[in-house]
């Protein structure tokens, strides 16, 4: 798998995952039509000209495929960097988002310097949670968003 910039090639395919039925139901942003799925893309790139991080695209090396979206973030209403991730559903189980994650982890600990990320998981996602734990994340309670609780899974980097 390769992590990458998005592309304007990829907004098809990336519309077809955040249109899918069965992943919104534990993504907030979703369903998204064409266009919404293009300015959601637009905006993961533009994350990196302004914080210096953000959401890659996730590519099959093998095929060039797109499928999904993996990498750090900081709204401002959020209480710190999240780690996210979506992934086609036709690519659950394959261990894609947890070898994103650990990538995404990484780039946070290592080239940020921060020494604590999160993961903001809708309750009753249980496939989010097991990625978060198989990242070495830990459940740290539930904190309002969006006029619903989250789950907060917790990352400890290195300590200065």
Do not use: C
Request: glycine fraction near 14%; charged fraction near 20%.
């Amino acid at each position: 798998m390769l992590l990458r910039q998005f592309r304007q090639e990829d907004v098809d395919a990336y519309a077809d995952m955040v249109g899918d039925p069965v992943i919104n139901e534990f993504f907030r942003d979703g369903p998204m039509s064409r266009e919404q799925a293009w300015r959601h893309m637009a905006m993961h790139s533009g994350l990196w000209n302004l914080m210096g991080y953000g959401r890659w695209a996730v590519q099959l090396k093998a095929t060039g495929e797109f499928i999904g979206r993996i990498g750090l973030w900081h709204p401002p209403e959020y209480p710190e960097i999240e780690l996210g991730w979506v992934v086609q559903q036709r690519h659950w189980g394959k261990g894609y988002a947890t070898e994103g994650g650990r990538a995404a982890l990484h780039a946070g600990f290592d080239t940020l310097g921060v020494s604590h990320i999160i993961s903001l998981i809708v309750p009753g996602n249980q496939r989010s949670v097991r990625v978060a734990e198989k990242l070495g994340g830990r459940y740290e309670g539930r904190i309002p968003m969006f006029g619903e609780e989250v789950l907060v899974y917790g990352y400890e980097g290195p300590r200065p």
